[in-house]
Protein backbone atom coordinates (compact mmCIF):
# COMPACT_ATOMS: atom_id res chain seq x y z
CA UNK A 1 0.00 0.00 0.00
CA UNK A 2 1.32 3.49 -0.20
CA UNK A 3 2.22 5.51 2.16
CA UNK A 4 1.86 9.15 2.43
CA UNK A 5 4.16 10.53 5.11
CA UNK A 6 3.19 14.02 5.91
CA UNK A 7 4.63 13.70 9.69
CA UNK A 8 7.31 16.08 8.72
CA UNK A 9 9.90 16.76 5.92
CA UNK A 10 12.35 15.16 8.30
CA UNK A 11 11.52 12.02 7.08
CA UNK A 12 13.09 11.93 3.59
CA UNK A 13 15.46 9.89 3.01
CA UNK A 14 18.78 9.77 1.22
CA UNK A 15 19.20 9.86 -2.48
CA UNK A 16 21.31 7.17 -4.47
CA UNK A 17 23.80 10.25 -5.15
CA UNK A 18 23.86 10.85 -1.34
CA UNK A 19 24.86 6.99 -0.95
CA UNK A 20 27.59 7.57 -3.14
CA UNK A 21 28.64 9.81 -1.47
CA UNK A 22 29.05 8.72 1.75
CA UNK A 23 31.14 5.83 0.12
CA UNK A 24 33.72 8.17 -1.12
CA UNK A 25 33.98 10.96 1.35
CA UNK A 26 37.30 11.57 2.38
CA UNK A 27 37.13 11.55 6.28
CA UNK A 28 39.15 12.13 9.86
CA UNK A 29 38.51 12.91 12.97
CA UNK A 30 36.46 16.10 13.40
CA UNK A 31 36.43 16.68 16.98
CA UNK A 32 40.34 17.13 16.05
CA UNK A 33 39.28 19.27 13.30
CA UNK A 34 40.72 17.64 10.53
CA UNK A 35 37.94 15.77 8.54
CA UNK A 36 38.16 17.13 4.93
CA UNK A 37 34.85 17.07 4.06
CA UNK A 38 33.32 18.58 6.94
CA UNK A 39 35.31 21.48 6.63
CA UNK A 40 34.13 21.36 2.75
CA UNK A 41 30.97 21.55 3.95
CA UNK A 42 31.73 23.73 6.85
CA UNK A 43 33.07 26.62 4.57
CA UNK A 44 30.83 26.07 1.90
CA UNK A 45 27.86 27.04 4.03
CA UNK A 46 29.40 29.88 5.94
CA UNK A 47 29.25 31.29 2.29
CA UNK A 48 26.44 30.55 1.12
CA UNK A 49 25.01 32.41 4.00
CA UNK A 50 27.21 35.23 3.87
CA UNK A 51 28.81 34.54 7.10
CA UNK A 52 32.55 34.16 8.45
CA UNK A 53 32.68 30.82 9.56
CA UNK A 54 30.06 27.67 10.34
CA UNK A 55 29.96 24.53 12.44
CA UNK A 56 28.28 20.84 11.44
CA UNK A 57 26.34 20.14 14.27
CA UNK A 58 24.18 16.74 14.72
CA UNK A 59 20.41 18.68 15.01
CA UNK A 60 18.80 21.88 14.72
CA UNK A 61 18.26 21.45 18.21
CA UNK A 62 21.41 21.81 19.12
CA UNK A 63 22.70 23.95 16.67
CA UNK A 64 19.66 26.44 18.43
CA UNK A 65 20.67 25.69 22.00
CA UNK A 66 25.01 26.16 21.09
CA UNK A 67 23.94 29.64 19.56
CA UNK A 68 21.51 30.89 22.55
CA UNK A 69 24.47 29.71 25.15
CA UNK A 70 27.13 31.12 22.81
CA UNK A 71 25.72 34.95 22.95
CA UNK A 72 24.23 34.70 26.42
CA UNK A 73 25.63 34.92 30.09
CA UNK A 74 23.64 32.85 32.86
CA UNK A 75 20.58 35.27 33.95
CA UNK A 76 20.65 37.23 30.53
CA UNK A 77 17.01 37.36 28.63
CA UNK A 78 16.69 36.91 25.60
CA UNK A 79 13.31 37.96 23.35
CA UNK A 80 11.94 34.86 21.60
CA UNK A 81 7.94 34.14 19.90
CA UNK A 82 6.02 32.68 22.36
CA UNK A 83 5.01 29.75 20.17
CA UNK A 84 9.12 29.34 18.21
CA UNK A 85 10.65 26.36 18.39
CA UNK A 86 13.15 26.90 21.04
CA UNK A 87 10.12 27.85 23.22
CA UNK A 88 7.83 24.93 22.24
CA UNK A 89 9.98 21.42 20.79
CA UNK A 90 13.18 21.88 22.36
CA UNK A 91 12.77 20.53 26.08
CA UNK A 92 13.41 23.52 28.03
CA UNK A 93 16.56 23.93 26.89
CA UNK A 94 17.23 27.53 27.59
CA UNK A 95 16.48 27.12 30.95
CA UNK A 96 18.94 24.13 31.04
CA UNK A 97 21.45 24.67 29.15
CA UNK A 98 21.97 28.52 28.99
CA UNK A 99 20.29 28.83 31.86
CA UNK A 100 18.47 32.21 30.25
CA UNK A 101 15.23 34.07 31.02
CA UNK A 102 12.67 34.00 27.72
CA UNK A 103 10.85 36.96 27.49
CA UNK A 104 8.17 35.72 24.83
CA UNK A 105 6.08 37.50 22.20
CA UNK A 106 3.02 37.73 20.60
CA UNK A 107 3.22 37.22 17.01
CA UNK A 108 1.01 37.88 13.52
CA UNK A 109 1.35 34.47 12.03
CA UNK A 110 5.46 34.05 13.27
CA UNK A 111 5.97 37.51 13.13
CA UNK A 112 7.07 40.07 15.94
CA UNK A 113 6.09 43.43 15.35
CA UNK A 114 9.83 45.10 16.06
CA UNK A 115 8.06 48.21 18.46
CA UNK A 116 6.77 45.32 20.60
CA UNK A 117 10.38 44.06 20.73
CA UNK A 118 11.35 47.19 21.46
CA UNK A 119 9.26 47.91 24.05
CA UNK A 120 10.25 44.72 26.08
CA UNK A 121 14.03 44.73 25.97
CA UNK A 122 15.12 45.04 29.45
CA UNK A 123 18.49 47.01 30.61
CA UNK A 124 20.69 44.93 32.93
CA UNK A 125 20.72 47.02 36.75
CA UNK A 126 19.86 45.87 39.81
CA UNK A 127 16.01 44.31 39.67
CA UNK A 128 15.95 43.41 35.87
CA UNK A 129 18.23 40.95 33.59
CA UNK A 130 19.89 42.67 30.50
CA UNK A 131 18.36 41.42 27.44
CA UNK A 132 21.15 40.16 25.07
CA UNK A 133 19.61 38.28 22.42
CA UNK A 134 16.70 38.36 20.17
CA UNK A 135 15.87 35.04 18.47
CA UNK A 136 13.39 34.74 15.33
CA UNK A 137 12.03 31.56 13.27
CA UNK A 138 12.39 31.65 9.57
CA UNK A 139 10.43 30.05 8.85
CA UNK A 140 8.40 29.69 11.35
CA UNK A 141 7.10 26.30 12.10
CA UNK A 142 3.97 26.49 14.35
CA UNK A 143 2.68 29.29 12.22
CA UNK A 144 2.54 27.42 9.13
CA UNK A 145 5.89 27.31 7.50
CA UNK A 146 5.21 31.55 7.62
CA UNK A 147 7.74 33.83 6.33
CA UNK A 148 9.58 37.40 7.89
CA UNK A 149 9.26 40.12 5.22
CA UNK A 150 12.41 41.23 4.17
CA UNK A 151 11.61 44.74 5.35
CA UNK A 152 10.16 43.29 8.93
CA UNK A 153 13.88 41.58 9.56
CA UNK A 154 15.30 45.26 8.67
CA UNK A 155 13.32 46.51 11.32
CA UNK A 156 14.57 43.91 13.59
CA UNK A 157 18.62 44.74 12.86
CA UNK A 158 17.79 48.32 13.54
CA UNK A 159 16.67 47.06 16.41
CA UNK A 160 19.31 44.78 17.38
CA UNK A 161 21.73 47.62 16.28
CA UNK A 162 19.93 50.01 18.77
CA UNK A 163 20.40 48.14 21.66
CA UNK A 164 23.52 46.36 20.79
CA UNK A 165 21.68 43.17 20.82
CA UNK A 166 22.86 40.24 18.68
CA UNK A 167 19.74 38.51 16.67
CA UNK A 168 20.14 34.65 15.87
CA UNK A 169 18.00 33.36 13.39
CA UNK A 170 16.57 29.88 13.66
CA UNK A 171 16.49 28.82 9.88
CA UNK A 172 15.50 25.39 10.32
CA UNK A 173 13.73 25.96 6.46
CA UNK A 174 15.21 29.00 5.95
CA UNK A 175 16.18 27.96 2.44
CA UNK A 176 12.03 27.65 1.87
CA UNK A 177 12.01 31.01 2.88
CA UNK A 178 14.53 32.03 0.60
CA UNK A 179 12.60 29.92 -2.36
CA UNK A 180 9.43 31.68 -1.44
CA UNK A 181 10.47 35.19 -1.49
CA UNK A 182 12.35 34.25 -4.69
CA UNK A 183 16.14 35.49 -3.44
CA UNK A 184 19.34 34.30 -2.20
CA UNK A 185 19.56 33.02 1.47
CA UNK A 186 21.77 35.70 1.96
CA UNK A 187 18.96 38.14 1.76
CA UNK A 188 17.70 37.09 4.73
CA UNK A 189 20.80 35.59 6.45
CA UNK A 190 22.88 39.02 6.11
CA UNK A 191 19.87 40.73 8.24
CA UNK A 192 21.08 38.29 11.77
CA UNK A 193 24.28 37.52 13.09
CA UNK A 194 24.02 33.86 13.57
CA UNK A 195 21.75 31.29 11.81
CA UNK A 196 21.33 27.75 12.48
CA UNK A 197 19.77 25.23 9.55
CA UNK A 198 18.98 21.90 8.61
CA UNK A 199 20.40 20.16 6.08
CA UNK A 200 18.39 17.09 7.52
CA UNK A 201 14.47 19.07 6.76
CA UNK A 202 13.76 19.60 3.18
CA UNK A 203 17.25 19.04 1.77
CA UNK A 204 17.36 15.66 1.88
CA UNK A 205 20.27 14.74 4.09
CA UNK A 206 19.86 11.95 6.63
CA UNK A 207 21.30 14.23 9.75
CA UNK A 208 22.73 17.28 10.43
CA UNK A 209 22.37 21.02 10.80
CA UNK A 210 24.26 23.90 10.27
CA UNK A 211 25.77 27.41 13.04
CA UNK A 212 26.83 29.71 11.16
CA UNK A 213 27.90 33.31 11.86
CA UNK A 214 30.98 35.47 12.62
CA UNK A 215 34.32 33.23 13.43
CA UNK A 216 35.21 34.01 16.98
CA UNK A 217 31.92 33.02 17.51
CA UNK A 218 31.92 29.67 16.06
CA UNK A 219 34.81 28.79 17.80
CA UNK A 220 33.64 29.95 20.89
CA UNK A 221 30.16 27.79 20.08
CA UNK A 222 32.45 24.47 19.05
CA UNK A 223 32.57 24.44 22.68
CA UNK A 224 29.32 23.98 23.10
CA UNK A 225 28.64 21.69 20.97
CA UNK A 226 31.10 19.51 22.47
CA UNK A 227 30.04 20.28 25.90
CA UNK A 228 26.59 18.94 24.61
CA UNK A 229 27.90 16.00 23.51
CA UNK A 230 27.52 16.92 19.76
CA UNK A 231 31.46 16.20 18.52
CA UNK A 232 31.59 14.00 16.22
CA UNK A 233 34.25 11.88 14.76
CA UNK A 234 33.98 10.38 11.31
CA UNK A 235 31.52 12.77 10.48
CA UNK A 236 32.21 13.25 6.65
CA UNK A 237 30.05 10.28 6.14
CA UNK A 238 27.34 12.58 6.76
CA UNK A 239 29.03 16.09 5.60
CA UNK A 240 28.96 14.22 2.04
CA UNK A 241 25.36 14.26 2.43
CA UNK A 242 25.33 18.34 3.33
CA UNK A 243 27.27 19.23 0.60
CA UNK A 244 24.97 17.67 -1.99
CA UNK A 245 21.65 18.96 0.02
CA UNK A 246 23.13 23.15 -0.40
CA UNK A 247 24.54 22.65 -4.16
CA UNK A 248 21.69 20.32 -5.49
CA UNK A 249 18.22 20.55 -3.31
CA UNK A 250 17.82 24.05 -3.11
CA UNK A 251 15.70 25.02 -5.96
CA UNK A 252 13.12 22.02 -5.92
CA UNK A 253 11.81 23.07 -2.70
CA UNK A 254 9.40 25.16 -4.98
CA UNK A 255 8.20 22.04 -5.91
CA UNK A 256 7.05 21.04 -2.13
CA UNK A 257 5.74 24.52 -1.65
CA UNK A 258 3.37 23.57 -4.88
CA UNK A 259 2.00 20.16 -3.30
CA UNK A 260 1.76 22.31 -0.18
CA UNK A 261 -1.01 24.53 -1.90
CA UNK A 262 -2.34 22.21 -3.48
CA UNK A 263 -3.45 20.26 0.04
CA UNK A 264 -4.10 23.49 1.61
CA UNK A 265 -6.43 24.74 -1.35
CA UNK A 266 -8.70 21.44 -1.75
CA UNK A 267 -8.37 20.08 1.40
CA UNK A 268 -9.72 23.76 2.90
CA UNK A 269 -13.15 22.76 1.02
CA UNK A 270 -13.58 19.30 2.73
CA UNK A 271 -16.71 19.36 5.13
CA UNK A 272 -15.19 19.63 8.55
CA UNK A 273 -11.80 21.24 7.36
CA UNK A 274 -10.29 25.33 6.75
CA UNK A 275 -7.23 26.39 5.37
CA UNK A 276 -5.83 29.52 4.73
CA UNK A 277 -3.51 29.08 1.31
CA UNK A 278 -1.84 32.16 1.61
CA UNK A 279 -1.19 31.42 5.47
CA UNK A 280 0.85 28.36 4.99
CA UNK A 281 3.27 30.27 1.95
CA UNK A 282 5.82 27.34 2.05
CA UNK A 283 6.10 23.43 2.88
CA UNK A 284 3.93 23.20 5.99
CA UNK A 285 -0.09 22.94 5.48
CA UNK A 286 -1.91 23.75 8.66
CA UNK A 287 -5.63 22.24 8.79
CA UNK A 288 -7.90 23.86 11.35
CA UNK A 289 -10.82 20.52 12.27
CA UNK A 290 -13.90 21.12 13.66
CA UNK A 291 -13.21 17.54 15.05
CA UNK A 292 -10.04 16.70 16.65
CA UNK A 293 -7.10 16.54 14.78
CA UNK A 294 -5.97 13.23 16.77
CA UNK A 295 -9.06 11.39 15.46
CA UNK A 296 -7.96 12.81 11.97
CA UNK A 297 -4.60 11.82 12.24
CA UNK A 298 -5.78 8.37 13.10
CA UNK A 299 -8.31 7.73 10.68
CA UNK A 300 -5.85 9.29 7.90
CA UNK A 301 -3.11 7.06 8.72
CA UNK A 302 -5.19 3.77 9.17
CA UNK A 303 -5.63 4.68 5.56
CA UNK A 304 -1.96 5.40 4.86
CA UNK A 305 -1.70 9.11 5.04
CA UNK A 306 0.37 9.84 7.85
CA UNK A 307 -0.04 13.18 9.90
CA UNK A 308 0.77 15.11 12.91
CA UNK A 309 -1.55 17.30 15.08
CA UNK A 310 0.09 20.64 15.78
CA UNK A 311 -2.54 21.46 18.24
CA UNK A 312 -6.24 20.28 19.82
CA UNK A 313 -8.20 21.28 16.17
CA UNK A 314 -4.69 22.00 14.26
CA UNK A 315 -3.37 19.65 11.96
CA UNK A 316 -0.13 19.66 10.34
CA UNK A 317 0.67 18.40 7.06
CA UNK A 318 4.27 19.07 5.76
CA UNK A 319 5.17 18.20 1.99
CA UNK A 320 9.28 17.04 0.98
CA UNK A 321 10.72 15.19 -1.80
CA UNK A 322 9.32 11.64 -1.01
CA UNK A 323 6.12 13.52 -1.13
CA UNK A 324 5.57 13.07 -4.92
CA UNK A 325 2.93 14.04 -7.19
CA UNK A 326 1.28 10.36 -7.02
CA UNK A 327 0.76 10.78 -3.23
CA UNK A 328 -0.61 14.07 -3.38
CA UNK A 329 -3.09 12.21 -6.01
CA UNK A 330 -3.43 9.61 -3.34
CA UNK A 331 -3.13 11.82 -0.23
CA UNK A 332 -6.28 13.89 -1.58
CA UNK A 333 -8.42 10.77 -2.25
CA UNK A 334 -8.10 9.32 1.15
CA UNK A 335 -9.17 12.60 2.78
CA UNK A 336 -11.92 12.52 1.00
CA UNK A 337 -13.50 9.35 1.67
CA UNK A 338 -12.53 10.04 5.70
CA UNK A 339 -15.21 10.06 7.86
CA UNK A 340 -14.64 10.79 11.40
N1 LIG B 1 11.10 20.53 13.92
C1 LIG B 1 10.48 19.23 13.90
C2 LIG B 1 9.86 18.91 15.25
O1 LIG B 1 10.77 19.12 16.27
C3 LIG B 1 8.63 19.69 15.56
C4 LIG B 1 9.47 19.16 12.78
O2 LIG B 1 9.07 18.04 12.44
O3 LIG B 1 9.08 20.22 12.26
N2 LIG B 1 13.77 24.69 14.45
C5 LIG B 1 12.63 24.47 13.78
C6 LIG B 1 11.86 25.64 13.30
C7 LIG B 1 12.19 23.16 13.54
O4 LIG B 1 11.04 22.98 12.91
C8 LIG B 1 12.95 22.09 14.01
C9 LIG B 1 12.48 20.66 13.85
C10 LIG B 1 14.15 22.36 14.70
C11 LIG B 1 14.52 23.68 14.91
C12 LIG B 1 15.00 21.27 15.31
O5 LIG B 1 15.61 20.47 14.41
P1 LIG B 1 16.11 19.00 14.85
O6 LIG B 1 14.93 18.12 14.74
O7 LIG B 1 17.18 18.71 13.86
O8 LIG B 1 16.63 19.10 16.23
Given amino acids: MLIADLR ?15 QV ?27 EAAVFVPSGTMGNQMAIATHTKPGDAIIVEEEAHVIFYEVGAPAVFANVLTWTLPSDRGVMDPAEMRRRITKRNIHTPGTTLICI ?38 FNAAVAQGVHVSEITKHVDT ?13 GSILAGPAEFIDAARFWRKRLGGGMRQAG ?10 T ?3 DRLAEDHARARRLA ?57 DFTDEHLEFALGVFRSVVI
Fill in 8 to 22: SDTVTRPTPEMFEAM
Fill in 137 to 174: EDTHNRAGGTVIPLDVLAEYRKVGDEFGIKIHADGARI
Fill in 265 to 321: LELGQLPGISCDPDANPTNLVMLNTEKLAADWAAALHAKGVWAMPAAANRLRLVTHA
Fill in 25 to 51: AGLGDDVLGDDPTVIELERLAAKLVGK
Fill in 248 to 250: KMV
Fill in 237 to 246: ILAACGIISL
Fill in 195 to 207: VNFCLSKGLRAPV
